[in-house]
């Protein structure tokens, strides 16, 4: 796993893949989960004998926010940033869902470095390219260019 200890060492990776993740399941429980703490309980999420019949997939499939959602748990073990004291959402640029994640698939994220941007000496805002893809699927499931802010640890000031 790559590690980055400063922003000068991010600075330096612009442009270069940060790291994959390893593979997570998306298995029914999960999507299961989804749909009831965000009330989009559609069939073709949670109805898996509808789903079965009439899907073009065949399966009940992840929502695209399910996915998106596991950009933080995923980026998380797909490199490490030593000396973060914190780590913020900024947004989003840009997010598209090519492809369904059928329930019980695996799910990995790959993601690049597009752009440091310097705040402060405590905070820059990284662009990343995020790709998650699905084990055995050609087309990834979705795209997007996340924008995450990296607070610095102060002297000090224990790392997050």
């Known amino acids: 796993m790559r590690r980055f200890a400063s922003t000068a060492e991010l600075q330096q990776?612009?442009?270069?893949?940060?790291?994959?993740?390893?593979?997570?399941?998306?298995?029914?429980?999960?999507?299961?989960?989804?749909?009831?703490?965000?009330?989009?309980?559609?069939?073709?999420?949670?109805?898996?004998?509808?789903?079965?019949?009439?899907?073009?997939?065949?399966?009940?499939?992840?929502?695209?926010?399910?996915t998106l959602a596991l950009l933080p748990r995923l980026l998380a073990s797909a490199f490490e940033l030593s000396g973060a004291r914190m780590l913020v959402n900024y947004g989003l640029n840009r997010v598209r869902f090519p492809a369904p994640v059928p329930s019980g698939s695996r799910v990995r994220l790959r993601c690049r470095l597009a752009e440091v941007r310097p705040h402060s000496d405590e905070a820059v805002t990284l662009v990343l390219d995020c790709t998650v893809e699905v084990e055995d699927q050609p087309k990834i499931a979705c795209a997007a260019q996340w924008l995450v802010r990296v607070f610095w640890a102060r002297d000090g000031e224990p790392a997050g």
């Open 13 to 66: 990776a612009v442009g270069e893949e940060l790291g994959c993740s390893p593979w997570l399941v998306v298995d029914q429980a999960m999507i299961d989960q989804f749909a009831q703490a965000t009330g989009d309980r559609q069939w073709i999420h949670c109805d898996a004998e509808q789903a079965r019949q009439h899907s073009p997939y065949g399966t009940t499939v992840a929502h695209g926010f399910l």
